[in-house]
């Protein structure tokens, strides 16, 4: 397989890991010294554990989770390192919101090329968008 047709099979990996809370899974994705970002959806930032630390005590309030995972470009690559930026949509149940919230945005990955594969040694979402908050005002 070609590194880019990994690289997207990692982000995939990704998204059903989170999606399904699978938290061996997501673990599988970084690697262990991994530094995680996702507060510009208010959410944790951390190592790999304390990310799924968050996850396991918050996520399990949400009935479902959909993320999708498109356009994915490899910005920089070198033999050992790859810089990635893909766009996400994540439509979602929300406790207390009726009907469905969704965010968006962009995924920010620094990979490196390890024994098993490619893993994330740093992600930051960059969250652009959130509708249906429980926050959110009718209007």
């Known amino acids: 397989m070609s590194d880019e047709t990994q690289i997207a099979a990692l982000l995939y990996r990704y998204a059903r890991a989170v999606d399904t809370k699978?938290?061996?899974?997501?673990?599988?994705?970084?690697?262990?010294?991994?530094?995680?970002?996702?507060?510009?959806?208010?959410?944790?930032?951390?190592?790999?554990?304390?990310?799924?630390?968050?996850f396991a005590a918050n996520l399990g309030a949400l009935p479902w989770s959909m993320h999708y995972i498109t356009n994915?470009?490899?910005?920089?690559?070198?033999?050992?390192?790859?810089?990635?930026?893909?766009?996400?949509?994540?439509?979602?149940?929300?406790?207390g919101v009726a009907g469905v919230s969704a965010c968006g945005g962009y995924y920010h990955h620094e990979l490196v090329r390890t024994t098993d594969g490619w893993r994330s040694r740093a992600l930051r979402e960059e969250n652009v968008w959130f509708t249906g908050r429980p926050t959110d005002s009718p209007g």
Request: hydrophobic share 45%; no cysteine.
């Open 72 to 95: 994915i470009e490899v910005l920089a690559r070198g033999p050992r390192t790859a810089t990635v930026r893909a766009m996400f949509y994540n439509p979602m149940q929300l406790p």
């Open 22 to 54: 699978d938290w061996e899974l997501y673990r599988s994705v970084f690697t262990a010294d991994a530094y995680i970002d996702y507060s510009s959806a208010g959410a944790a930032a951390g190592s790999r554990d304390e990310v799924v630390d968050w």
